[in-house]
């Protein structure tokens, strides 16, 4: 709770001191929802990733499918979203926002997008990181450029030419961008985008739970 809290007060500090951005009365709004999506995406791939070295001890004893340590990582990062979206709900509420039906609605599909697209990317990494335990160094050094790239404390919209093109790149930028567009102003935005990231989404976990199943048996030499 404390780390988008304290992420949130510093950048809204800084770009309301420093920039225009004061006169939007949404841009607390959406800051703070770029934020808890953001974090909810890295704990998300942070988690899973190390889901089975967390649960190494439990997983050489016991047998269950293995890909409950990944359900459960998401779980965990998925109450985090949940707290902090309470937050959101009352910052919209105290700036005189009131999230409209059909939004509320596209940003749950959007969630449920999110957290496909974790849930593939953690079947890949939750393997990687058992054989190689330096990729979490990698993975610091991938979050901290992703942060910059992922349009958290800026409109999506102002950013033009070669930057913003390379910007909308960024699978997560565009659902962040969508994500708060749906729920603080009801728009319903980029839905080709979103319409082809779903069956990317699909095909990822289809691929992902196939690497899974088919290297999960011989992780337990690496533990």
Do not use: C
């Not at 949404?26 to 995406?41: C, H, K, R, S, V």
């Not at 849930?119 to 993975?139: A, E, P, Q, W």
């Not at 050094?141 to 390379?166: C, E, H, I, K, P």
């Not at 659902?175 to 779903?198: P, Q, V």
């Amino acid at each position: 709770l404390m780390k988008p809290l304290l992420s949130f007060l510093i950048l809204y500090f800084i770009f309301t001191a420093f920039r225009s951005t004061g006169h939007d009365p949404a841009f607390a709004a959406n800051l703070f929802t770029g934020l808890i999506l953001y974090y909810f995406f890295q704990e998300g791939v942070t988690y899973g990733m190390n889901s089975l070295i967390d649960m190494a001890s439990v997983i050489l004893k016991i047998n269950f499918p293995r890909e409950i340590a990944l359900t459960s990582s998401l779980v965990m990062a998925g109450i985090n979203l949940v707290i902090n979206f309470f937050i959101i709900i009352l910052i919209t509420l105290l700036t005189g926002f009131r999230p409209e039906f059909t939004g509320i609605v596209y940003f749950g599909l959007i969630l449920l997008l999110l957290t496909g697209f974790i849930y593939g990317i953690t079947l890949f990494l939750s393997i990687l990181f058992v054989k190689i335990r330096d990729l979490s160094n990698v993975m610091e050094l991938f979050f901290q450029l992703l942060f910059w790239a992922s349009a958290v404390f800026y409109n999506l919209d102002d950013m033009q030419g070669n930057t913003g093109a390379v910007i909308r790149l960024n699978p997560l930028a565009i659902i962040i961008d969508a994500a708060r567009k749906a729920f603080i102003h009801g728009e319903i935005a980029h839905t080709e985008y979103m319409l082809g990231l779903s069956i990317f989404v699909v095909l990822l976990i289809v691929v992902g739970t196939w690497f899974f199943n088919k290297n999960i048996k011989r992780i337990a030499e690496f533990f």
